[in-house]
């Protein structure tokens, strides 16, 4: 959530669908890593890919939050720290061979919190305005 939380990204136009869709993801990825636990390398890959469009985009400045400039530049840094920090964290544990469902978990917030944000965007949830702030 750490990360998902400071992007944005796609939403449903209700609570329920959106809260039945996080559920659903959220089993979805427990029953994804019991499958990749043996091809870490993969998972790897696309992280740091996720990681990059994180970095690149930031966040998204969604229609029903509409950020004034000043905040959007704020989300947009927190998102960037977030999930610096968490792929730092990944690393620290890959390099220390510390590795794991855990560190499964965390590859998998940080590919799906860039997909949300690719999706948001591709779905034209964005703001009019984000444009600009760029």
Do not use: P
């Amino acid at each position: 959530f750490l990360v998902r939380n400071r992007t944005g990204g796609f939403h449903f136009d209700s609570f329920w669908k959106c809260y039945l869709g996080t559920v659903g993801m959220e089993i979805f990825v427990i029953y994804l890593v019991q499958f990749s636990a043996n091809i870490t390398a993969v998972i790897d890959i696309l992280c740091l890919c996720m990681f990059c469009v994180i970095i690149r985009i930031g966040a998204m400045n969604h229609i029903n939050m509409n950020y004034s400039e000043e905040e959007f530049i704020a989300i947009k840094k927190k998102a960037r720290i977030a999930s610096s920090g968490l792929v730092a964290l990944i690393a620290i544990l890959k390099i220390s061979r510390i590795s794991g469902k855990m560190v499964l978990y965390m590859e998998y917030a940080v590919i799906l919190s860039g997909l949300m944000l690719i999706l948001g965007i591709l779905a034209g949830q964005e703001a009019e305005e984000r444009r600009k702030f760029l």
